[in-house]
């Protein structure tokens, strides 16, 4: 074939998909449909006569690049029309090509929907008569884990979601040039979540808690000991149960043997009490789990997570791998490469394979992270994208460069960072800065500088915890350690709190306040300055871009700014309580309540339209849990000089100074509110 001159689609032009009855390409199909249809107002033609464009597999004389998934876009000249042939080496390359020209030529962001960026309505378009050949991906299995996923479950009324919910996030996945997921944590198998995933064309993978995709053991066998070396043919009737139900499928399988409850196995077997012997059984079960698999599947795709305790015991020289299974190192959750800090536990220890390492490896990269302590969860990565460009490129660098599952979250919060992550996996580099100016570009139309900067100086405001590059912190921070802080005081407990060391350290308990007060106040003043600045730039942007910025940035940055404030309130609360200020400590726990209580109007501003109750679920930063536990506090500082008939305070400090002398009990005794009697004392008092 030749290449010809330029060609013009319009809204006529007609299509001739050459591969039907193939389900993922079908899907993909509709999405092609959906997106003519959005930038030409009509439903697109489908014919099988005088075409305009030929969706079909390769042929010899193509020339199509010879890699899975590989595809090509050829012009090709008939008679007096120009033919655009969309050709794929496989299904996934079929996928791939329709979405190249859903991109580049129909217009369409591949964060469209998460983004409310529909495509320009144009007719015709001209394109050149140039013709395309697809890259190879730096990374051959590559997706997401759409992992701590609440704010899907909790998106709509339907549980578990359905299709309405996933689809969109799929969809997004392969745009961005994926081909795997993990579509949920523990969802109900009866959900849809599995097999439109499959059904989209993309490889499923599992969690490392659950190898094979299996059934967890206490669920299926409740009341029973999850011993390996009690029960081995009830472990392996699920192994062999997970296999049978998806042996058809694209499977990347997860060989790996863990406790119940994502912990290591011993602390329910506890006779497995040196690293010889948990080495030794979590070897020869992971054998067992090939072995199985190889029975029922010609040439598996294996994975074995090399996740906490497994790392460390494989690098001691106690786990041996099966030839060709890739081996996933993980990073800390803040997007470093070493162990993960458990509790008050941080070893950083290297989680990278060794030079000598042989085999396949790959990564499992955290943008978005759970962890009860300082992590973001509804807020996007703290530290910056160089530290991911940094800590991915190095992986590659020594060979872990065949997998990489990427933590995805709840999809919505983390749209820039999962570009970041697709522009690595594709392409094994990138220059942030440039990948920042190219996100921007497709998102506005204006201010691009000032909302590039915004997005740098995010990171910057960014609480620093610790002494590593990565010690940033999520709004987790202002949540967790703040229910921690309440719950040790109210329960009158003395000492320090050792839930608080990994970040205060282990000193008395009001000097770990004192610890957390000082770094809340330090960053205040910069998220004030960044929320100003993107207030002022939403007021240069046309309405849809203003609302798509509060959206992906603003409603972040109050979160942060919130939780900021609410940390130091609570934390100068207690101070004053020290000193047995309660009206003060009173006045400052009820700024606490209305700081937090910000951060959830926020995200009820952004929980409007297409997004409404994307954020009822929030049960993980739990901001409704830390107003609560803040409106506790209050009462009980109230009750300290308040009680018993909340009017002391009133009479003592705001009552006029005749009345005190003169009034009448019976007329005089209604108590204020904690709001109202919190602002009336401060009036007075600060």
Known sequence: MKPCEPMIITSESGYNLQVGGNVPIAHAWRMIARDHK?????????TEEEASIMIRYAQEEDGCPQWPEGYCLRFVADGKRTVLHIIGRDELGIIYGLLHYSRFVLGVEPFWFWAELPPTRRDPIVLPGQDYDSIPPKVRYRGWFVNDEVCLIGWKDDYPPTEQVWEPVFEALLRCGGNMVIPGTDLPRTGIHHKLAADMGLWITHHHAEPLGAEMFLRAFPGKQASYKEHPELFEQLWREAIERQKGEKIVWVLSFRGQGDKPFWENDPSFNTPEKRGQLISYVVRKQYSMICECVEQPVCSMAMYGEIA????QGHIEVPEGVIKIWADNGYGKM?????GNLNHR???????????????????????LQASNHLTQFPSSAELIVDELTTAFAVGADEYLLVNSGNILPHLYTLDLAANLWTYGNTDAGQQLADFIGRLYSRQHQEISRLYQDYSRCSIVYGPHKDDRAGEEFYHHPARQIMGFWLQGKEGYDERLCWAAGEKPFAEQVRWFKEKAESAILGWVELQERCLQTMKQLPEDECRRLYNQLLVQIEVHLSGCRGLANICNAYGLFLEGDYPRAFIQASHAVWSYQKGKEALSLAGTGRWEHFYRADWLTNLDNTISHADTVRRFLRI??????MFLWYKQYIMPETEKHIYLENTHRKPLSDDELAHCLEKVLC
């Open 38 to 46: 959005q930038v030409f107002g009509r439903e697109p033609l489908q």
């Open 312 to 315: 460390e015991l494989y690098k």
């Open 338 to 342: 070493v162990s993960r800090r458990h």
């Open 349 to 371: 220890v290297p989680a990278l394979p060794e030079v000598e390492d042989e085999g396949k490896n790959g990564v499992y990269y955290h943008v978005t992270f759970h962890d």
């Open 640 to 645: 300290q000089g308040d009680s018993p008939d």
